[in-house]
């Protein structure tokens, strides 16, 4: 079992940056896959973007590609979401989630974390 913990959500205005972080405890982190998703109010979940188990591919949403980047340091057991031109449609809790298989990165997801509010403003 893994636990996932993210920080660094917060308010910013639109055009702006934030940084995601995603630290993990518990089984080695490298044998995961690790996902961002995203639920504004009101709204379903929706797929942000997931990396593979050592970084060497992601997959990123067509909503946010060329914005969104993600990456990981299993070193430091972290993977990072970095988010630029922030647009206010981006406003949700944001999830990192973890997943033992190495294929279907938007499929189904085993650990959560608790999330972590990111507000824009336009």
């Known amino acids: 079992q893994v636990q996932l913990v993210e920080s660094g959500g917060g308010l910013v205005q639109a055009g702006g940056s934030l940084r995601l972080s995603c630290a993990a405890s518990?089984?080695?982190?490298?044998?995961?896959?690790v996902g961002w998703f995203r639920q504004a109010p009101g709204k379903e979940r929706d797929f942000v973007g997931a990396?593979?188990?050592?970084?060497?591919?992601?997959d990123i949403a067509d909503s946010v590609k060329g914005r969104f980047t993600i990456s990981r340091d299993n070193a430091k057991n972290t993977v990072t979401l970095q988010m630029d031109n922030l647009k206010p449609e981006d406003t949700a809790v944001y999830y990192c989630?973890?997943?033992?298989?190495?294929?279907?990165?938007?499929?189904?997801?085993?650990?959560w974390g608790q999330g972590t509010q990111v507000t824009v403003s336009s």
């Open positions: 989630a973890a997943t033992s298989r190495t294929s279907n990165y938007r499929g189904i997801y085993d650990y």
């Open positions: 518990g089984r080695t982190f490298s044998w995961y896959t």
């Open positions: 990396i593979s188990r050592n970084g060497g591919s992601t």
